[in-house]
């Protein structure tokens, strides 16, 4: 019996010791990321960083536009995306590759889509295809609506122009913001007029409007409607330098529902990223745990009744 107190006593032992030694130097206790404007990144690095505040790091989100973000990236200026869309993203990774200045830590989502749009109105009066769309250019006002410039997505469509595809040659793109071009389609289906423009899932715009994707762009953003897979990059050497917190982001995964339910009380309700990821996280506890599996806080204490105690839980 004293053999086996004394086994459990080694065992508790090392089982501390193995997570002290998890903890992160105070060199890592700034977690810098980037955010491209894009809701969605809104609500995943808010997320991310109600949880690490709760793990007693701290949080430097820096809103800098795709090109911008990966150049930082590069130049270890960032430490984490949480943004890597792929493929649209292909030649951003590409570069980073080359210059063996990034690594991904996880596929944080599946079942994205990026491709274009028209409201159903302008489905039914036969727009559901990329080459539906000269036919019916005059009505569109032969402009296709985008987001933020230096977009992988307005390079594709800008390209697609460029190159006369489907007749395209004509018309222009209309580069604005996420907020800019939804505003842009909510005026149109007011009076039900005709607009093309950039969609994707996960978004509230999906339940917020009726729209069509259209077929037929496989060439331009992929096939499956841009079927997109999203990643977390880490610059090089950062997942070594701060273990801890790169296992945190490691475990840091989505669902399409998830990140459509954080996207509307930002879009929707008009909430604070970091106020809509505290209630998310205080109405859906379950997802704690595997998050916070094997992570400890900053200074080596299990992670999940910290953050749990953060939250009030």
């Known amino acids: 019996m004293a053999l086996r107190r004394f086994g459990l006593a080694a065992a508790a032992f090392l089982f501390l010791s193995a997570s002290a ?13 980037s955010d491209p404007g894009w809701t969605d990144i809104n609500s995943t690095n808010a997320i991310a960083s109600v949880l690490l505040e709760g ?15 990966y150049q930082s990236l590069k ?19 590409d570069d980073l590759n080359a210059a063996k200045a990034a690594e991904v830590l ?15 109105y302008v489905a039914e009066m036969g727009v559901r295809d990329f080459k539906d769309l000269d036919a019916h250019g005059d ?28 007749g395209l040659g004509d018309w222009s793109l209309v580069e604005s913001s996420e907020t800019g071009m939804l505003a842009q389609v909510a005026r149109a289906e007011r009076s039900e007029e005709a607009i093309v423009f950039l969609a994707w899932a996960p978004h509230p715009m999906n339940t917020n409007f009726e729209i069509t994707y259209l077929s ?13 897979e999203v990643f977390t990059l ?16 490691r475990n840091l995964v989505f669902t ?58």
């Open 256 to 313: 399409i529902d998830m990140e459509n339910e954080m996207m509307g009380k930002i879009l929707d309700d008009g909430q604070d990223p970091q106020a809509a990821a505290a209630e998310f996280l205080k109405a859906h506890p379950e997802v704690l745990e595997p998050w916070l599996a094997e992570v400890t806080t900053l200074g080596g204490e299990p992670g999940l009744p910290a953050v749990k105690a953060s939250l009030g839980l």
């Open 55 to 69: 793990l007693g790091y701290a949080t430097d989100i820096q809103t800098l536009s795709v090109l911008v973000g």
């Open 21 to 33: 030694s998890a903890s992160d130097p105070e060199s890592c206790k700034t977690i810098r990321l």
């Open 234 to 249: 880490a610059r090089t050497g950062w997942p070594e330098e701060c273990p801890n917190a790169a296992r945190f982001f």
């Open 106 to 120: 996880v596929k944080n989502l599946t079942g994205a889509k990026f491709t274009l749009a028209v409201p159903n």
């Open 216 to 228: 037929g762009g496989d060439a331009v953003f992929g096939p499956n409607f841009g079927g997109a």
């Open 139 to 166: 009505a569109f006002g032969k402009k296709i609506h985008g987001i933020e410039p230096g977009a992988p997505a307005n390079e594709n469509i800008q390209q697609m122009i460029d190159a006369d595809d489907f």
């Open 75 to 93: 130049n270890q200026d960032i430490d984490v995306f949480l943004g890597n869309w792929m493929p649209a993203q292909q030649q951003f990774i």
